[in-house]
């Protein structure tokens, strides 16, 4: 090394060296294509056989078609303490966290709808337990949580958790999109249809169709009623015949 630091030839050379590069030829594609694919195919395979039957048991009950999607750095979300259901075609990603608190009077219940979506890193704490209803979106690092934990007094919060008139339901409504990194908190309500922006912080029931951000949230925007749209059958009840026939005739002159 000395030799290279006093040698302006070989540190030219050697600087050279270190920015060497081979340009991408149809080879490499052919090998990221065949490298993606093993993955999967392991991935796939560990999930199958191993890692959701696993997480399986440790559910108290399990829709058809739910699917856990494993991470490089995790293959199985930790539950504890809490009964754990999950609805048809449930998604829940491997790096997720449920709990039940430890003064609930029983396991608490941990229920989420058909269709939902549960991201990365998502904690779910049920207090008196949680709903979570149907085509649901959970972002990754969002916490939904009916259980502060801890006591408030310093003293008892030392050797203590969450006394248990602390402790709440939270219940989720359907079509609910929870965006990254929020949370819910307390015993809050979130009705149909809501969208909880990104780090908003829930601490108040939210009505249905309604926008919340900030800490703490706080409504800024009502989602409009979606557009109905009719059937060919339907337009043609509604226009008083059938088909084209149906459809009020041009009025002379007009282009």
Request: net charge positive; proline share 8%.
């Amino acid at each position: 090394m000395d030799l290279i630091r006093r040698n302006a030839r070989l540190k030219r050379l050697a600087l050279s060296a270190l920015r060497l590069r081979l340009p991408p030829t149809p080879l490499h594609r052919l090998l990221l294509a065949e490298r993606k694919l093993r993955r999967l195919f392991a991935y796939e395979l560990m999930r199958i056989c191993y890692y959701q039957p696993l997480f399986e048991l440790e559910c108290s009950a399990v829709g058809p078609g739910a699917r856990l999607e494993l991470t490089p750095d995790s293959k199985l979300p930790f539950v504890e303490n809490c009964s754990l259901v999950l609805g048809a075609r449930v998604r829940i990603n491997a790096r997720t966290t449920f709990q039940g608190a430890r003064n609930a009077p029983g396991k608490p219940r941990i229920e989420i709808g058909d269709d939902t979506y549960l991201g990365s890193r998502v904690v779910v704490r049920a207090g008196l337990g949680v709903r979570i209803g149907a085509r649901v979106l959970v972002a990754s690092n969002a916490i939904l949580s009916g259980d502060p934990g801890h006591p408030l007094d310093p003293v008892a919060r030392r050797t203590q958790p969450a006394p248990l008139e602390d402790l709440r339901h939270v219940v989720i409504g359907d079509d609910v999109w929870i965006a990254e990194g929020a949370a819910v908190l307390g015993g809050v309500t979130i009705g149909d249809g809501a969208v909880v922006a990104t780090r908003a912080v829930v601490t108040k029931d939210v009505p249905p169709r309604t926008v919340v951000a900030g800490n703490p949230a706080r409504a800024i925007k009502e989602i409009d009623p979606p557009m109905t749209v009719l059937s060919g059958a339907d337009r043609s009840v509604l226009s008083g015949g059938a088909g084209r026939a149906a459809l009020p005739s041009r009025p002379a002159g007009a282009s």
